[in-house]
């Protein structure tokens, strides 16, 4: 049982490139996030899902998109990065049942744009 | 909307002593609230949680927090500090109809021997 598991773990771009990050889980939860996570502004929320197949916007989604294909696995894509995607960003995932709701959090991916 | 906030930046305490990390919060309706620890180059784990019932809730590492309604406060506390206690704390509240998270700042806890 890995739990939530981040690909990769570092990555340096440069500005205008693009990538993608993997948050892969295996504890079957429902519910799977990304934040980013800057010196000085705790966690801040990007995109989420409540389900394979379904997506919404947290509170700083601009020039990031996201899809959830496959229940275990949400991607988080940068299409023309910049400067201030520089970030440390983790993925976390969550079981919405009433007892539960605890996140699982990823290792992080640590990203520099120059 | 929902809000957290953890006033103090740093908690500085000697081992041995208790220690208090404070955390208030604003939510409409019944609070689901959380406390993560973080150590350097790691993701976030889950402490513990106050979903329903007795106002003191355990956790792990020896953590407990109080939950207090009339004041909004989910402060988190441990009898005597541990040097390997020393890490970023995050207090959360969960919006359960949204199914996501609010964050406070995070405050770092220090503790010399």
């Known amino acids: 049982n890995a739990g939530v598991t981040q690909t990769p773990k570092f990555r340096v771009l440069k500005t205008g490139q693009s990538m993608t990050l993997l948050c892969a889980q295996d504890?079957?939860?429902?519910?799977m996030y990304w934040y980013r996570q800057d010196p000085g502004m705790g966690l801040r929320l990007i995109h989420y899902s409540v389900g394979e197949g379904t997506t919404a916007k947290g509170e700083v989604p601009d020039g990031y998109n996201v899809s959830r294909l496959k229940k275990q696995n949400f991607l988080l894509g940068l299409e023309s990065a910049a400067p201030s995607q520089t970030s440390v960003y983790f993925c976390?995932?969550?079981?919405?049942?009433?007892?539960?709701?605890?996140?699982?959090f990823g290792p992080g991916t640590r990203l520099t744009v120059t | 909307a929902q809000s957290v906030a953890q006033p103090e930046d740093q908690v500085n305490v000697a081992e041995g002593n208790p220690l208090t990390v404070k955390c208030t919060y604003s939510v409409s309706g019944n609070p689901y609230l959380f406390w993560y620890v973080q150590y350097p180059n790691r993701g976030l784990q889950f402490l513990l949680k106050y979903i329903t019932g007795d106002n003191l809730v355990k956790g792990s590492y020896g953590f407990e927090a109080e939950f207090n309604k009339s004041q909004t406060s989910f402060h988190l506390k441990k009898p005597s500090a541990l040097v390997s206690d020393s890490a970023l704390y995050f207090c959360?509240?969960?919006?359960?109809?949204?199914?996501?998270?609010?964050f406070g700042d995070g405050t770092t806890l220090t503790v010399k021997p």
């Open positions: 976390a995932s969550s079981y919405p049942s009433r007892g539960y709701r605890e996140q699982y």
């Open positions: 504890m079957n939860h429902e519910y």
């Open positions: 959360a509240v969960l919006n359960t109809n949204a199914g996501k998270s609010t």
